[in-house]
């Protein structure tokens, strides 16, 4: 591991270096922050532990106790420690969960502790993740949403030398690849009743300009929303899609991908460093990404908001102590040096080559994708609309029901919803 800068050249940094003074009196006794983040996706537990000592280092007397728990279980984690009224001092909390987190006072609003500059500094829809009311609970970290990656090999044995611009071509891409017998089903999604299959619908949902809500009544029974469902099917019934994708989770697709036993997958910006490693891949030099594609007449590229930011419990007694902890994970400084499996929130890094080396095609990709994610509802009761989705999305896919009478049951029962 190579050693992390103690310089921060950002505003965060600023405010962590005045930080410094307040928390030097706690030497006398250590003081020790709970947190808790995701096994998988994004930066590996070995950077978060390797993050963690450095700030530890700078920061005599404060330990963190780390916890690192499967993304599934992370939000009831969360819910479960802030009902008891004890547990953590700093919680990875994603995009969806934020109105929920702050309208039931899980996480402390951290508007006033952030630095105005930083504002035009980051992207837009990393500043969303944390933003409910106007009001900021804590600061982005994971700024992602869901690429084309594709096999070059592969789409070069097909005849095609660039990746799909459009959902059409790509399924027209994968069934020349599938009639040549060069995989048996060119495609893998992670369509597991799951919020991955959500997250792979919303992309589609963007694509096809739908909605989700419309003057908050359902609306993704209609146009787009519906289009997307039936894409998703249709793919399944030509044969192009792995019928296991209806089983898969993300590390499913990167393994399925790695292994070269598919043409295309939609994954995370993770998965572009993983599908390189030669201990993790057979397909090393052969990955190609791209955003994800778009529909003719309705959008060019289609993305998903996908991001996860870090805030402070609400029941944490040491605000300070953990805000500083936040800040120095989120600096721009230590984003730029752990690039390689979650790109930075911070704009100005996208023109660093440090940070595009090795991976210059992710960040061209990237710099297209990243402002025009598309967001799930941001509603305090989101997730029960996603449980609702999720059914009649898995409905659809492994029964005979049809997009549209699944989506229809599902936006009655949302319509309920409150």
């Known amino acids: 591991m190579r050693e992390v800068k103690t310089s921060l050249r950002c505003g965060l940094g600023a405010f962590l270096l005045t930080s410094l003074v307040g928390l030097a009196p706690a030497r006398a006794a250590d003081l020790t922050l709970n947190a808790i983040f995701m096994q998988q996706a994004a930066y590996s537990e070995d950077d978060v532990r390797s993050m963690t000592r450095d700030f530890e280092a700078g920061h005599p007397g404060v330990k963190v106790a780390l916890e690192f728990v499967p ?105 020349a690849i599938k009639a040549k017998g060069l995989v048996q089903y060119p495609i893998v999604w992670s369509w597991s009743q799951a919020e991955a299959a959500i997250c792979d619908y919303t992309t589609l949902v963007a694509a096809y300009g739908g909605d989700f809500l419309k003057a908050g009544k359902p609306d993704f029974q209609n146009g787009g929303g519906l289009e997307a469902l039936e894409y998703m099917k249709g793919s399944l019934k030509d044969g192009i899609t792995n019928p296991n994708s209806r089983e898969y989770l993300e590390e499913d697709v990167r393994k399925v991908f790695s292994n070269g036993d598919a043409a295309f997958a939609l994954n995370w910006t993770y998965m572009y460093a993983m599908a390189n490693d030669p201990k993790e891949s057979k397909v090393v030099g052969k990955v190609g990404v791209a955003p994800a594609p778009g529909v003719a007449g309705k959008s060019s590229v289609s993305a998903v908001n996908g991001s996860m930011g870090l805030g402070v419990a609400g029941s944490s007694a040491h605000d300070k102590e953990a805000f500083a902890y936040i800040a120095y994970l989120t600096s721009k400084a230590v984003q730029d040096k752990y690039a390689k499996l979650s790109l930075p929130i911070w704009k100005a890094s996208y023109d660093d080559p440090a940070v595009a080396k090795g991976q210059e095609e992710l960040i061209a990709a990237a710099k297209v994708a990243l402002p025009v994610m598309f967001p799930r509802p941001m509603i305090p009761s989101y997730q029960r609309l996603s449980t609702t989705l999720q059914s009649a999305i898995q409905s659809a896919l492994f029964t005979d029901t049809t997009p549209k009478d699944a989506l229809e049951d599902a936006a009655a029962q949302a319509a309920r919803i409150r």
């Open 71 to 175: 993304y599934e279980a992370l939000h009831d984690k969360i819910v479960t420690a802030a009902a008891a009224g004890n547990g953590y001092d700093v919680a990875l909390f994603d995009v969806v969960w934020t109105a929920e987190f702050a309208q039931r006072h899980f996480l402390k609003d951290e508007t006033a502790a952030i630095p105005a500059a930083d504002t035009a500094a980051v992207f837009d829809g990393a500043w969303s993740t944390v933003t409910y009311d106007g009001k900021r609970y804590g600061m982005p970290w994971i700024l992602d949403t869901k690429y084309l990656f594709y096999n070059k090999d592969l789409l070069r044995q097909a005849g095609f030398d660039h990746p799909p611009a459009t959902w059409s071509e790509l399924a027209s891409q994968a069934k």
